[in-house]
């Protein structure tokens, strides 16, 4: 019986390996975009309030970014991992944000 059960474990590391690497794509692509609109709405002359529009963005890479890398083991581990996650994706959005839109 261990034999067959076997196939089944490397498939579901395999998902979660895809899985991971889809969540580290849309992260990296999701700062990059970020940057590069930033850049573009710095040479168009926005605001810098405008440049806070960002803030989306890169909360969205920031917690893919490290919700890739997050490994737990239980379900309690996970909610605080993930609150923490959070909470440290949205300060490095708005700290994102608000540098490019003081750096202008």
């Not at 917690?63 to 959070?86: H, I, M, N, P, Q």
């Amino acid at each position: 019986m261990a034999p067959a059960s076997l196939p089944r474990v490397e498939k579901v590391e395999k998902k979660d390996e895809r899985a991971r690497n889809a969540q580290l794509r849309f992260g990296i692509v999701s700062m990059g975009a970020a940057l590069v609109l930033g850049v573009v709405l710095h040479l168009l002359g926005a605001s810098s309030a405008w440049l806070l529009v960002l803030a989306p963005f890169f909360f969205v890479g920031a917690y893919e970014l490290g919700s890739a890398s997050l490994r737990a083991a239980d379900d309690r581990e996970v909610k605080r991992a993930g609150a923490t996650l959070a909470a440290v994706s949205a300060a490095l959005a708005v700290a994102a944000s608000a540098v490019l839109a003081v750096a202008q």
